[in-house]
């Protein structure tokens, strides 16, 4: 699985997968990763949550490549909407109601 779980006594582990890809962010893994912050937020039994990367990257930020394919002409609007999950999963990270640590290493890539 490209985005892990996992959850050790109180503290949750959110660990991204993709080391051959520097943990290049997909849609899918975005979708996944709201979905188990989620998870997170309502479980009273977990207390914190670590963010990581598996491999030598913590995360090389989008995958542009995506499958291959030459990618769709870009407009403003198109860019904005392709911004979304990213602030998506940043402000449920921002609003989460338990601390999170970043175990960064290695190449870490922003976007805003």
């Known amino acids: 699985m490209d985005v892990e779980l996992s959850i050790t006594g109180a503290v949750a582990t959110l660990c991204l997968n993709r080391p051959d890809k520097l943990n290049a962010l997909t849609p899918d893994m975005l979708q996944l990763m709201l979905e188990q912050l989620e998870q997170v937020e309502n479980d009273p039994e977990i207390r914190a949550l670590v963010l990581t990367g598996a491999g030598r990257a913590f995360c090389a930020g989008a995958d542009v490549k995506g499958n291959g394919s030459p990618p769709p002409p870009m407009s ?23 601390p999170v640590v970043a175990a960064v290493r290695g190449v870490s890539v922003g976007i805003a």
């Open 76 to 98: 403003v609007s198109h860019a904005r909407r392709a911004l979304v999950p990213y602030q998506q999963v940043a402000l449920r990270l921002y609003n989460l109601n338990k």
